[in-house]
């Protein structure tokens, strides 16, 4: 009965497990230990993670988001820490480097639309990545599909 | 004085120096700078001091374009339309008057300096007791006036002034009344100018009343003042000696007719705070005799760079956003409309907490922020096919009716949009708002969404007869004695409302005027 109650998520999840302990070695070697629960640092800037996963969710419907924990994570990781951030860094510095970045991307035009609401690209991303992890939350998987290929994969050692 | 032109005997001749039409913001300021000199001034106005259904309809016409009133966007009695007038002033911007590369049929034959000595006077004129657009800190209030801090040189914070409004019809009418040396003939409508035979240089004005009764007037220098539109059509009427119309040798007349297309909901503003907002960017406000309001323009250096037209925008306080949905309190009687706004609003709050998180910040109770409405009037680009020609439907007089065929262009739409980007860079670069673009991208721009009533360019100005109707002192190409006031000899139209710079280009006229009645050339031939 417990098997049969396996949703496709969890089925999944255990495939790309195992193929994640295959390449522990080489994914280990690879990350960095401030990886590790990545995604929650980044959200956790968020005052409020339901709130801004919604645009994320919207962003996405509207087709423009991506679907994937780890490459978002990892996106946006890599422009806070241009910005002198890292995951114990004070909130404060942390707030701070995101403002830096989400003043750059207006400078730069880098804007996408929400529902014609013109947001940072960085800031959506972030909303785009609490979107998804509010779905693993709530165990909803409809983009589990996407997300456990071999990104997944290759993204389970960090999370 | 006032004379009842339906009271003038049939066949009268009535010989002045000055013969002004129309009885508008123009027609008045260039009669009041007459008063008490030694010069006969005739002003000529179609209605009298009330409105008139009858008079008014003699406006109605023909629409061949972008849908357009063309009897509700003005007034025909002694007045004009600034019996309806809002009162926003500010002058033209210095850029507004240059060749533009980036505008075809951009560039005025004057600059801002050749109007700077005038603003002052047409301020005066129009009440505003103050003359500064430009300085906040030159307010005298205790408040200091600080403009938002937007991000970057996009855009910029600038100030209208307000007229009460000025109802120049009621405010100036003692001084007409009073001045011994002006005659206004009211109920007085010109059906031609005529000219001398070689029509250069204009002999009479055929006038007649929708009485009957009719007149002429003889007069040495005639100023056109009868508005936007009706100047061109004037020109055109005027065809018994010059077959296409006066000034009309290279059909030039009537031809790039402008608006200021207005868009009641180009975007909306997502604000953390509205404290942040300083009164005068919401509303009228005073500040001692004055009455101002801070606006958003977009700066000269911007407008270059990327080869976009004007856009002014004013923007007022809409809702609060509040942390959790608030249903209306009589309830929603349709379920889906509820669903909406509940999915509106959570998106709104996700956006504050959002920016929130970042720029601003955290909220200190149960209030995100605030939503903001944007209004904006911008301009267009000049087109030689937005033109006023004659209809073949007649007026009571007998007159051909107006034709207009305003048109709109894709480019316009597209300069639009992408201002109101520039504002959500602005904004989102400041950090604590943030832009919905509601003005979408088009490829043609058929409809317009509303306008200001504000009709210019069917008789530009240009150094080259070729390309304009009238010369830098507004004197119509080949012809001696005839001038045009008003904001139909605007080339291009900057984004502010016309009236100010219309009564400055009328004070200067009448400057230009005076100098040549005083060397006694009122009517040399060219």
Not at chain 2, 85 to 104: A, M, S, Y
Not at chain 2, 388 to 414: M, V
Request: charged fraction near 25%; hydrophobic fraction near 40%.
């Amino acid at each position: 009965m417990a098997d049969a109650n396996l949703s496709r998520r969890n089925v999944l999840i255990l495939a790309g497990a195992a193929v994640a302990a295959s390449a522990i070695p080489l994914a280990v070697s690879m990350s960095e230990p401030e990886q590790i629960g990545l995604e929650n640092s980044l959200t956790d800037l968020m005052a409020d993670r339901d709130a801004i996963a919604l645009i994320g969710r919207r962003w996405m419907e509207e087709g423009g988001g991506h679907s994937n924990v780890a490459a978002l994570s990892r996106r946006i990781a890599k422009k806070l820490r241009a910005e002198g951030w890292s995951p114990d860094a004070a909130p404060g510095e942390a707030r701070a480097a995101m403002a830096r970045i989400v003043r750059a991307d207006f400078a730069n035009d880098d804007m996408v639309l929400v529902d014609n609401w013109a947001l940072s690209r960085s800031c959506v991303e972030l909303c785009a990545l609490a979107a998804l992890m509010t779905e693993d939350d709530a165990g909803e998987g409809a983009r589990d599909g996407a997300r456990d290929g071999a990104e997944g994969a290759a993204a389970a050692p960090h999370g | 004085m006032f004379v009842d032109g339906r009271q003038v005997p049939d066949g009268t001749e009535i010989e002045t120096d000055l013969a002004i039409i129309g009885g508008g913001a123009a027609g008045i300021t260039i009669a009041r700078e007459f008063a008490s000199t030694g010069v006969r001034v005739a002003l000529i106005e179609s209605g009298g001091f009330e409105f008139d259904a009858d008079t008014q309809a003699l406006y109605e016409g023909e629409i061949g374009g972008v849908d357009y009133t063309l009897d509700g966007s003005r007034l025909r009695y002694f007045g004009g339309s600034t019996n309806h007038w809002g009162g926003w002033c500010r002058p033209l911007e210095r850029q507004d008057f240059e060749k533009r590369d980036w505008v075809p049929h951009s560039g005025w034959p004057i600059t801002r300096d050749d109007l700077d000595p005038y603003y002052p006077r047409a301020a005066e004129i129009c009440q505003l007791h103050s003359t500064n657009f430009d300085d906040p800190q030159g307010w005298p209030t205790d408040t200091p006036v600080e403009p938002l801090p937007l991000a970057g040189d996009e855009v910029m914070t600038r100030f209208f002034i307000y007229s009460p409004p000025t109802r120049f019809g009621e405010v100036y009418r003692p001084d007409i009344e009073k001045a011994e040396n002006v005659s206004c003939y009211l109920h007085s409508n010109v059906l031609e100018i005529v000219p001398t035979e070689n029509a250069a240089e204009v002999d009479r004005l055929r006038v007649a009343t929708l009485q009957g009764n009719s007149f002429t007037v003889k007069p040495k220098t005639v100023v056109l003042a009868t508005g936007g539109i009706e100047n061109a059509r004037m020109l055109l009427l005027s065809n018994s000696v010059a077959t296409a119309g006066l000034g009309n040798q290279n059909d030039m007349v009537g031809r790039y007719f402008m608006e200021h297309p207005h868009i009641p909901y180009p975007a909306d503003i997502l604000i953390t705070d509205e404290k942040l907002v300083p009164a005068f960017y919401r509303t009228y406000t005073p500040v001692e005799k004055a009455v101002m309001r801070g606006c958003f323009m977009f700066s000269p250096q911007y407008l270059e760079r990327t080869g976009r037209l004007g856009t002014v925008m004013t923007f007022y306080p809409r809702e609060e956003v509040k942390t959790a949905y608030t249903p209306p309190k009589d309830g929603d009687a349709d379920p889906d409309k509820t669903a909406e706004k509940r999915a509106a609003h959570e998106l709104d709050a996700g956006i504050l907490q959002a920016i929130r998180s970042s720029t601003a910040l955290p909220a200190k109770n149960d209030t995100l922020g605030w939503r903001f409405g944007i209004g904006c009037a911008s301009e267009q680009q000049p087109n030689p096919d937005s033109r006023i020609t004659l209809s073949e439907e007649k007026d009571a007089l007998g007159l051909n009716r107006t034709k207009l065929t305003w048109r709109l262009q894709g480019s316009d739409a597209t300069s639009l949009h992408q201002n109101v980007r520039a504002l959500a860079r602005a904004w989102g670069g400041w950090g604590e708002g943030r832009i919905r673009i509601l003005f979408p991208e088009r490829e043609e721009w058929t409809e317009a969404e509303g306008w200001g009533n504000h009709h210019m360019g069917s008789t530009r100005m240009a150094a080259d007869a070729r390309q304009g109707v009238c010369d830098a002192d507004c004197r119509v190409h080949g012809i001696s004695n005839l001038y045009i006031a008003g904001s139909s000899v605007y080339p291009t139209t900057g984004t502010v409302n016309p009236t100010l710079t219309l009564v400055a280009l009328a004070v200067r006229m009448a400057d230009h005027l005076k100098t040549r009645f005083a060397n006694g050339m009122p009517g040399e031939t060219l």
